[in-house]
């Protein structure tokens, strides 16, 4: 056990935890945060993705040790922006929401693609949710979602 | 008033987008436990003896000694026991749970326990049918003693669905009613599975829907397994459990589509198939369950959609000592229309026939028999989708020129349908539909057992019904199914939801529309057979489905020519689905159907060893990322089935069931030689270059 | 319970590494799912661990008028997007994982795992990439190559760690890598193949061959690149077939649950041919 602080959504927290726990139990257990899903548990399907200093990462392979003094914004902190807005709206415009369990990290990878690259190109996209498994939309929806929202949203990313 | 096709934003999306939607596993129950189950390592034998480690306070193991009524999972063909009493068929066979509340003590204790067995040879050739169906059409076998003879055989593998939640369910104990939350397709099978392992009365046994992660099928009937064995934990320990998978236990224990080997073998007159002879063999893997079922919708679909008057059809489910397999979008038909489409391919090329042109000359019409000797009742648009495909997508020209060319590109076109709802009498005499809709005040609330898994019922049922009634959407209430709340309208499965569930919903609204001013009441309607359709299970006789959904996919690829990767460049899908009761929610199933049988055709690669599936993860079980696929065009056609709500007929299998067949034949035309298994993977690719059949 | 350090200096790490029996964790996007064990519990590691991830002054990449210098915990998105670095090296990066991995994993991470099937192995081998190796008193260098000791086998004393992976500059007219995986992005390796070439005079001045996945070690052979040093360009992109000879007895692939042997054989003939049609 070791005490470990880090800002998770906005907010500067501190736990005192095993570090070699993987962040994704600790937003899940110790937070209360179930919006990051456990899909694989192995760094393939993008379900548990989370903003660790605004760029996406799969939190069920990043140990909690790393995140020490960094910045984790979790779909529960994003939620209440206004880049959310716009992207929760894309997705609900094109039909890229299904069963739901991939979305919360499809909008993640979204917001880390249009942090980085507000104007991406069809591959640049498929490039940007290439490590987000999504078994019912086949994808093109999203992608749509995606080159909707970086429209919609224009001049805020 | 606007179209209902019309599309609308689904009412679900919030939820789901900010990530407050809760699935099982979000769930957390005061002094809840976690359960890990205990699993034999080998295929076939029997246990001799089991040393649990000792366990803490707090600790248990349940096992079939504590099922208080009977050890067998009801779900259709009854032959899987909830924990094994000692004989193992496969490996990695369920022999008790070990629940306990501090995971990290589990996980220790769980590698302590040691059991030591009598190993047996198990069997994986497919030898031991445990399931023979046969049945003629016209001349039968007869029809096949004259004219040219051609013969080929198809093989299919494994498919895993691979819906990104993992199985799971979460009980508790409310007073003496056993309550199950869970991911699953059918709240009742769950239902009544529990209440024969409990021997528990009907109202002892509450099952509720939480949100659900994807299905496919797959969370169909094996989520009945998990609820007996928790629900006879929670008799024992009586304080709420969780029984939630990880990846790797999820792919290694539920059930898969069935692998199959399909063999053909035709007469030909006049260029016409004359009769066709087909037997179909799968693996069932350990125990049966509705491996029957799958077959016979796969035999009924032998013809694939074209009319051929003399048959001789007969199949075999296999049992073998692997892990049982089970529904999966398609049920069969998946394997069928693979075959069918190839074979039939595959005959107009040995007779220097253009194979669309053969296919076409064949097609089956409106009034035509099905192989059962049933009626396709309704217009068939199967020749304007086919000139719709051919027109868009440029299907001739580049056929004859990517023939010519160096790169390896390839178009293929697959023409199929779906027989819509249960095979048979299934409605009538199984399931017996039933839903309720309760009126008060200004609201309406629908009550039934299907369940939003993602293809959008949630929203296409509270449309339908508002719509009726031409009152706000919001007015309408639909929560996630709680067995002490809605009636049995069956599973949500067989494309059956919108047509049969929905028909009845319709039925019920426009009751409520009529009685509107008589302020709170509760309407209740029951399934009635269409009075035309009539089946003979026994003799395969009769109208097997009472509609068809039709479908043309066309699929364009490029093989790569030093590595034999297969790229899909674009797809083009045609879709009769009678009416779509929202076009977006439509293009979302059409679409994801589409990937998913795309890659059951080149992509998608399962296999096992001695028993082990080999592919026991997200890494190394190889779906499609955005990177694999393709732009997607889609065109709906309305034709409407005059038992479906606006004339909806089947929408969610449909859209698998084409992809496989095309994307196959697309990489023929690519590479100039014949396929004759999925997935096409470039492995196979490979050997068909050097060694293939032109 | 397994002990976590965590540093947050290179004097840390070296300090640590030097009292302590620990093993290293970087990105940990290998380590975690190596030693994964349920959900809901901490990793199961086999020893104390030691985090470096957070060390700063190894996030720098840096050149010389010979060398690149990646420090050790550069992420390889930050790799990815720094043109210092070799084009073929970025090639092979952007063909590894996702962005969500690669924004974690480190380079170090890719060497220190020491898998036949570790994408950037074939591109570091093809380069010559060396590794400054550090421990509380010493500083090494060595080549990537005499560094990996066999699968998941490294040189790297119980003290030491990897602290710069170094990569001579060198100008090539023609690179080419092409990862072969069983679907198009985020997937483990079949195969890989690198191969680079410079020319002078319309002579072959340097030419490069790499496989991954399909031995041991990445397959790089000196002595059949030496032999083709010298031909013009006509002649070697007509030597396909002799080249794919001389390969044969090193490209000793297995069976497994992502391929097979003689597929995995044949498209490393194959990419041989395609890159010299590309000469
Ligand atoms: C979903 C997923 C996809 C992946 N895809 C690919 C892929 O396409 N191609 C590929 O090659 N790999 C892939 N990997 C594997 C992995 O991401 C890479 O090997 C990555 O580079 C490892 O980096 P890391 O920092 O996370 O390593 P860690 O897990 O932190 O460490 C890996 C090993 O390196 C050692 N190590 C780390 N840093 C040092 C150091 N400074 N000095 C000495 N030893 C050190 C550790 O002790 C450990 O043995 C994938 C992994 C996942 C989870
Ligand atoms: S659960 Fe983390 S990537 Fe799948
Ligand atoms: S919407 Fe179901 S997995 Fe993406």
């Not at chain 2, 399962?606 to 890494?619: F, L, P, R, V, W």
């Amino acid at each position: 056990m070791a005490k470990i602080k880090f800002t998770l959504n906005n907010e500067v927290v501190e736990i005192d935890k095993d570090l070699n726990m993987r962040l994704l139990d600790v937003l899940r257990n110790d937070f209360n945060l179930t919006g990051p899903k456990e899909g694989c548990g192995e760094g393939e399907c993008g379900a548990c993705a989370v903003l660790l200093n605004h760029e996406i990462v799969n939190s069920c392979c990043t140990p909690l040790a790393n995140v020490m003094d960094k910045e984790i914004i979790t779909i529960e902190g994003f939620s209440i922006t206004e880049r959310y807005r716009i992207i929760k709206e894309a997705f609900a415009k094109t039909g890229g929401v299904q069963c739901g369990f991939c979305t919360p990290g499809m909008i993640i990878a979204t917001e880390s693609l249009l942090n980085k690259n507000p104007h991406p190109n069809d591959f640049e996209i498929k490039i940007g949710l290439s490590g987000n498994l999504c078994r019912c939309t086949g994808y093109n929806l999203i992608i749509e979602a995606v080159k909707e929202a970086a429209k919609a949203g224009e001049g805020l990313w | 008033m606007r179209d209902i096709s019309t599309s609308i934003n689904k009412v679900d999306n919030d939820e789901k987008t900010s990530g407050k939607a809760i699935y099982v596993a979000d769930i957390k129950l005061d002094n809840m436990l976690y359960a890990f189950t205990v699993r034999s390592k080998i295929a076939k034998g029997k246990i001799i003896k089991i040393d649990y480690p000792e366990l803490p306070l707090g600790y248990y193991i349940v096992d079939y000694k504590d099922i208080p009524g009977k050890n067998i999972v009801k779900v259709i063909f009854d032959d899987m026991p909830i924990f094994t009493e000692g004989d193992i068929t496969y490996l990695y066979e369920p022999i008790a749970l070990l629940i306990g509340p501090d995971k990290a003590v589990l996980s220790k204790l769980f590698a302590e326990v040691k059991i030591e067995y009598k190993e047996e040879e198990p069997v994986f050739a497919w030898k031991d049918s445990v399931i023979h169906y046969h049945f003629d059409k016209g001349l039968g076998k007869s029809a096949l003693e004259e004219g040219k003879i051609i013969e080929y055989v198809y093989q299919t593998g494994y498919q895993e669905q691979a819906y990104i939640e993992p199985q799971g369910f979460i009980g508790y104990l409310e007073t003496d009613k056993t309550t199950l939350i869970g991911s699953i397709q059918c709240p009742y099978y769950v239902k009544n599975a529990v209440i024969q392992a409990l021997g528990a009365k009907d109202d002892e046994v509450r099952v509720i829907q939480a949100a659900v992660g994807g299905a496919f099928g797959g969370k169909e009937e094996f989520p009945s397994l998990m609820a007996c064995q928790l629900a006879v934990a929670l008799k024992k320990i009586k304080q709420p459990i969780q029984l939630v998978y990880e990846r790797e236990e999820d792919m290694l224990v539920t059930t898969k589509r069935h692998p199959s080997r399909i063999n053909f073998k035709a007469s030909i007159k006049d260029n016409k198939i004359n009769g066709l002879s087909v037997h179909v063999g799968i693996d069932g893997g350990a125990t049966i369950g509705l491996s029957g079922v799958v077959l016979s919708r796969a035999l009924i679909a032998c013809t694939g959609a074209y009319a051929i008057d003399n048959l001789d059809v007969s199949g075999d489910v296999y049992k073998t000592n692997t892990v049982p397999n089970g529904a999966f979008r398609g049920f069969g038909a998946p394997q069928m229309f693979f075959a069918i489409e190839m074979f039939v391919e595959h005959i107009a090329m040995e007779l220097g026939l253009d194979p669309l042109e053969f296919s076409k000359s064949i097609l089956a019409k409106q009034g035509d028999y099905t192989s059962t000797m049933g009626v396709f009742r309704d217009p068939v648009l199967m020749p304007e989708m086919i000139e719709k495909a051919l027109e868009v997508s440029d299907y001739n020209n580049k056929k004859t020129m990517f023939k010519k060319q160096q790169n390896l590109k390839g178009v293929g076109m697959s023409l199929f349908f779906h027989g819509c709802g249960f095979t048979g009498s299934g409605e009538k005499n199984i399931i017996k539909a039933k839903v309720r809709l309760k009126k008060q005040f200004d609201k309406v609330e629908i009550l039934i057992a299907a369940v939003d898994m993602g293809q959008g019922v949630k929203t296409t049922f509270r449309k339908l019904v508002a719509h009726i009634l031409e009152i706000d959407i919001d007015k309408v209430i639909f929560n996630n199914p709680d067995t002490d709340f809605v009636p049995d309208s069956g599973p949500t499965v067989a494309s059956r939801t919108m047509m049969i569930v929905g028909g009845l919903v319709a039925r019920a609204t426009k009751e409520v529309k009529d009685r509107w001013n008589e302020g709170s009441f509760v309407v209740e309607k029951q399934y009635e057979q269409p009075d035309y359709i009539k089946y003979d299970e026994s003799n395969f006789k009769g109208d097997a489905y009472p509609a068809y959904s039709w479908g043309v996919n066309v699929v364009e690829v490029e093989v790569d020519r030093f590595t034999y990767q297969v790229k899909v460049n674009k797809t083009w899908a045609f879709y009769d689905i009678g009416k779509a009761i929202d076009e977006r929610i439509v293009i979302g199933q059409a679409d994801g159907g589409l990937a998913q049988g795309l890659a059951y055709g080149y992509l998608e690669v399962m296999n096992h060893d001695k028993g082990k599936i080999m592919q026991k993860n997200m890494t190394d079980y190889i779906i499609p990322t955005a990177m694999d696929m393709c732009s997607m065009e889609t065109y709906l056609y309305e034709n409407p089935y005059a038992y479906g709500p606006y004339g909806a007929k089947g929408v969610g299998e449909l859209s698998l069931i084409g992809g496989a067949p095309a994307v196959a034949k697309a990489i023929e035309n690519a590479i100039g030689k014949k396929v004759f298994k999925i997935p096409v993977t470039p492995e196979y690719i490979m050997e068909l270059m050097k060694n293939g059949k032109d | 319970m397994v002990k976590a350090f965590v540093a947050k200096s290179l004097d840390d790490c070296l300090n640590i590494l030097n009292q302590e029996n620990v093993k290293i964790v970087a990105g940990g996007t290998d380590m975690l799912i190596q030693n994964r064990t349920h959900s809901g519990i901490a990793i199961g590691f086999k020893t104390d661990v030691l985090y470096v991830s957070l060390v700063d002054e190894l996030k720098h990449i840096t050149e010389d008028k010979s060398n690149i210098y990646i420090g050790a915990t550069c992420s390889l998105e930050q790799i990815l997007e720094n043109n210092l670095v070799p084009k073929i090296l970025r090639d092979s990066i952007l063909e590894m994982a996702s962005p969500a991995i690669r924004h974690t994993a480190t380079l170090a991470g890719n060497i220190g795992n020491a898998s036949p099937a570790g994408d950037s192995l074939v591109c570091l081998y093809l380069l010559d990439a060396k590794l400054e190796i550090k421990s509380i008193n010493s500083t090494r260098y060595q080549l990537l190559k005499d560094f990996i000791l066999g699968v998941r086998k490294i040189d790297l004393a119980k003290n030491e760690m990897i602290t710069k992976i170094i990569i001579p500059k060198i100008n090539f007219d023609l690179v080419y890598f092409r990862k072969v995986g069983p679907r198009l992005s985020d997937a483990i390796s079949k195969l890989s193949f690198a191969g680079a070439l410079r020319m002078e005079n319309n002579l072959v001045k340097d030419i490069r061959f790499a496989f991954g996945a399909v031995n041991i070690f990445v397959v790089r052979r000196r002595e059949i690149e030496e032999k083709l040093i010298g031909i013009d360009k006509k002649t070697i992109k007509d030597m396909s077939d002799e080249i794919i000879g001389y390969y044969s007895e090193f490209i000793k692939p297995i069976d497994d649950q992502r391929s097979n042997k003689l597929y995995r054989k044949e498209v490393c003939s194959n990419l041989i041919k395609e890159f010299l049609e590309k000469i």
